[in-house]
């Protein structure tokens, strides 16, 4: 890890964030003073009780709302004070995301769906192609791309659903809890192709209640309250064996 560090660059790279929510003439201070890096390659889990603003700094680090005060640099770019259509922008080219609710459309079949990033994109028709069947090789889901959402079990709908985040190769993965919606048998099974595409080089950063997939990750950063308490290694033998437990 140290290595990693000295040799390269963060893709997040926070420094004294905080955010404030107002309404009904009160001011909450959701979280505060929060400073975070993370590497190229690394698989981070954000974690911490309900409530103690694991989603808020997730929503901020994917650039789906914007800090009151501090700094933040996405991959090297200074992503702090763009406007709703810049943030948006940025975030379709640089991060890819996986939530709870899949969050698929419908009337869409499985290659539609993951294709539809790239066409915001305009990435041309043949490369398009090219590129959604080969993500859907790579979890498994090559012979549902014809099927729609509907015709999906749960854990084929959430792969499909990290086929989508992969398809642009985003600099960061962020998954809001992932399995939430899923049996535990479906969500072993999605946590293991998150640690494979770990595997393969995936910066990911991951937000669950369950903590039973928190050992997943290399590195813990726990919250409280708004602000990191502290930061642990998984050991690496407790990696290893994580996917019998």
Do not use: W
């Not at 890096?37 to 911490?48: D, H, V």
């Not at 009337?107 to 490369?127: R, T």
């Not at 595997?199 to 209640?209: N, Q």
């Amino acid at each position: 890890m140290k290595n990693k560090k000295q040799q390269l660059s963060p893709v997040i790279n926070m420094q004294n964030i905080q955010k404030h929510f107002s309404g009904n003439g009160v001011e909450t201070l959701a979280l505060s003073g929060i400073n975070l890096e993370i590497y190229p390659g690394e698989y981070t889990a954000i974690c911490g009780p309900s409530g103690c603003g694991k989603s808020t700094l997730l929503s901020l680090i994917g650039l789906l709302d914007g800090a009151s005060q501090g700094s933040y640099q996405l991959n090297g770019a200074d992503v702090s004070s763009l406007n709703l259509n810049q943030r948006s922008a940025i975030r379709n080219r640089e991060i890819g995301f996986i939530f709870q609710n899949f969050n698929l459309i419908g009337d869409l079949n499985v290659f539609k769906n993951v294709e539809l990033p790239l066409v915001y994109q305009s990435v041309p028709a043949k490369e398009r192609k090219e590129r959604v069947e080969a993500v859907l090789a790579r979890v498994g889901m090559s012979e549902r791309m014809a099927h729609f959402p509907t015709q999906l079990s749960g854990g084929q709908q959430q792969r499909t659903a990290v086929a989508r985040a992969l398809v642009t190769d985003p600099a960061i993965i962020l998954a809001d809890e992932p399995t939430g919606n899923l049996d535990s048998e479906q969500g072993n099974a999605i946590m293991s192709l998150l640690d494979k595409l770990h595997g393969e080089g995936a910066t990911i950063c991951l937000v669950t209640h369950d903590p039973r997939y928190n050992n997943y990750a290399e590195r813990q950063i726990n919250l409280l309250d708004g602000k990191i308490i502290s930061e642990n290694i998984t050991d690496s033998s407790v990696r290893l064996n994580k996917k019998s437990a």
